[in-house]
């Protein structure tokens, strides 16, 4: 099934996100054939899960179980509110200097506490242009997620965010997004098998819309979409589930 998660970031009081929601939900027949997941920030999560018809995602969570971390929200204290959490998103990493190892702990937490982690790779611009950019996010995967076992992988789902295309406008053409998640996949299918590499989703992030949707989403090795600007405007995100949503039953 195609998920189509809105990264809201660090926007919206919580007026706005309430109206928000209230508006959303009046598609909520739209999660029928799709699994439409919101992810705002943590502080709202108290109150948009107590009327939102949409599961929830966290934007974060400590690496540590609980104790003297000023300003962290635990797996623990999330799981209340949420099924998924973003971890390894590259804002994380290039503003927190989140690396791959403390990545690991985080998803580590979050399979301690049944969260699904929506595990964000992605290569930068200088790796792109250089032609690396398939060992760079080798790399990313492996220290990140070759520890693990195929019983809690099972419930990870991968979030291709090429780092030159998030908030620029800039989305990866169909061949650069088919390449990258055929590689990732074959990398999946070799260690972990044929029956859990091939049902782990992986989506595409960076600068997705309304108008690419159904571009992006007709690339038969995505998953769905990770979408942040164009979904902090409700309407704007409708017209994403909508097409999704239609692209969906056609496809199924
Ligand atoms: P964008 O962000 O859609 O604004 O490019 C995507 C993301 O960072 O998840």
Redo the contacts with the bound molecule.
């Keep these: 099934m195609v998920f189509i998660v809105a990264?809201w970031?660090m926007n919206k009081s919580q007026a706005q996100a309430v109206e928000y929601i209230h508006i959303l939900n009046k598609f909520s027949d739209l999660n029928k054939h799709i699994n439409v997941l919101i992810s705002p920030p943590s502080i709202h999560l108290p109150v948009i899960s107590s009327i939102s018809d949409f599961p929830l995602v966290a934007q974060n969570v400590s690496h540590l179980e609980n104790g003297a971390l000023t300003g962290e929200i635990s797996a623990q204290m999330l799981s209340k509110y949420v099924k998924h959490v973003i971890v390894g998103?590259?804002?994380r990493r290039q503003f927190f200097l989140e690396n791959n190892f403390f990545i690991k702990e985080k998803i580590q937490m979050c399979f301690k506490y049944k969260l699904s982690p929506i595990f964000?790779f992605g290569e930068n611009k200088n790796a792109r242009n250089k032609g690396n950019y398939l060992d760079f996010i080798k790399s990313q995967i492996q220290e990140v997620l070759f520890d693990f076992d195929v019983a809690k992988i099972s419930s990870l789902i991968l979030?291709y965010?090429p780092i030159w295309?998030?908030?620029?406008g800039n989305t990866a053409t169909a061949l650069q997004i088919e390449e990258v998640h055929t590689y990732v996949r074959n990398l999946l299918i070799l260690k972990f098998g044929e029956s859990i590499g091939f049902r782990i989703p992986i989506l595409y992030?960076?600068?997705?819309n309304s108008d690419n949707a159904v571009e992006i989403l007709s690339n038969d090795h995505v998953d769905g979409l990770?979408?942040?600007?164009?979904?902090l405007d409700a309407s704007n995100f409708i017209n994403i589930i909508k097409i999704a949503n239609e692209f969906s039953s056609n496809r199924f």
Aim: a negative charge; proline letters at 0%.
């Design positions: 990264n970031k998103h590259s804002e964000c979030a965010e295309a998030i908030g620029t992030g960076g600068s997705c990770l979408v942040g600007g164009a979904s």
